[in-house]
């Protein structure tokens, strides 16, 4: 894939899962979750130049650094998204001011991350970038499907569970 593909594709999962965050959405149960986050992995891992060949231990640790802060930033972008009920059972999701922050931080470590390594004269390929982004979906998607689950076999209140709680409908603005 070229770089200009490889950014494209980046930019359009990034506006897909931000557009579909900031609107309350379905949590379905559907089981195919992991679905969009094993695809963008594939194509990361079909990129060439993963590693830096002639920093290879470096390109390791920032690989490494990549992939943590894409596990972290998933279960934060999880943790602080809102999930409820409404009175007719169905289970919805919504992101929160406290996601953006998360989405802002990740990004910031990320950007710091490269700075570094191009600094230390380590090459990271295009694939770490997507390697680390289907890690936080592949974390985001599955906590959230985890929570959602609980909410739907939990006895219904009609509430809130997590970030935010307090009886909010989806109509309330985050």
């Given at each position: 894939m070229?770089?200009?593909t490889t950014v494209l594709v980046v930019i359009a999962v990034v506006a897909l899962v931000v557009i579909r965050q900031?609107?309350?959405q379905r949590a379905t149960g559907?089981?195919?979750w992991w679905l969009v986050p094993a695809v963008l992995a594939f194509l990361a891992l079909r990129e060439p130049g993963l590693?830096?060949?002639?920093?290879y231990t470096a390109s390791v640790f920032f690989l490494a650094a990549d992939l943590l802060t894409g596990?972290?930033?998933g279960i934060a972008w999880a943790w602080t998204s809102r999930i409820w009920t409404e009175p007719d059972g169905s289970v919805w999701v919504r992101g929160t001011k406290a996601t953006a922050?998360?989405?802002i931080v990740g990004i910031l470590v990320r950007v710091g991350l490269v700075a570094l390594a191009a600094l230390m004269g380590v090459h990271q390929g295009r694939g770490a970038l997507m390697l680390a982004l289907a890690f936080s979906l592949l974390v985001r998607s599955g906590l959230l499907a985890w929570r959602a689950q609980l909410v739907?076999?939990?006895?219904?209140?009609?509430?809130v569970h997590g970030a935010g709680a307090g009886g909010?409908?989806?109509k309330d603005p985050v």
């Open positions: 070229s770089g200009l900031i609107k309350p559907d089981g195919r590693m830096d060949a002639h920093h596990i972290i930033m922050g998360v989405w739907r076999t939990a006895p219904s209140k009609g509430g909010a409908s989806r």
